[in-house]
């Protein structure tokens, strides 16, 4: 009903690569551009069919331009027996390949699936990554939206001076 110029997946697409029916339908049915990133339920293969397949924007370690605004993210997580694990190296380097493209737009999109260490989230759940942590220091992006922790969906904070949300399952539209 609302109108959005781009539908962001932060991960957690599938549960453990179980197929999860019609679940582009409703933003393909609307001709709604989607981005993603992997979760730690799929791994970034399943990602990259999911974007070749629908015609939707990768951007685990890749970049996206619309307008004056830049996204770039990191998908994957960081709890063991997952379909996706990634380290903290990883994390840092997968994030700088996407932030070199867009370091100079007005306005900066950071999407990972794992929140950062140090904020509410950890508080409220598993660690967080510090590699995200230092991410949002260095490249201090407007926003940054991550998913991971399903229990504090909605969650809201301001971490050097970036807003950090998780949007979950729901989803939040936002104005930038």
Not at 60 to 65: A, V
Not at 117 to 123: A, D, Q, V
Not at 127 to 152: M, R, T, V, Y
């Amino acid at each position: 009903k609302e109108k959005v110029d781009l539908v962001v997946l932060c991960g957690d697409l599938l549960f453990n690569e179980i197929e999860t029916d019609g679940l582009m339908a409703p933003f393909k049915k609307r001709n709604l551009p989607v981005a993603l990133i992997p979760g730690n339920h799929e791994t970034s293969a399943t990602t990259n069919f999911l974007a070749e397949f629908y015609k939707l924007y990768n951007l685990h370690g890749y970049y996206l331009k619309l307008g004056d605004v830049g996204i770039f993210g990191c998908g994957g997580g960081n709890v063991a027996g997952h379909a996706y694990q990634i380290n903290e190296e990883d994390i840092t380097k997968i994030l700088k390949k996407g932030h070199d493209k867009i370091k100079d737009m007005k306005t900066q999109i950071m999407v990972t699936h794992i929140h950062p260490s140090g904020g509410l989230i950890e508080k409220m759940s598993f660690k967080g990554s510090p590699a995200i942590a230092k991410a949002l220091e260095d490249f201090k992006p407007n926003i940054h939206l991550c998913g991971h922790i399903h229990e504090c969906e909605g969650m809201e904070e301001i971490i050097k001076k970036t807003r950090v949300m998780n949007v979950g399952k729901k989803g939040k539209i936002i104005e930038v």
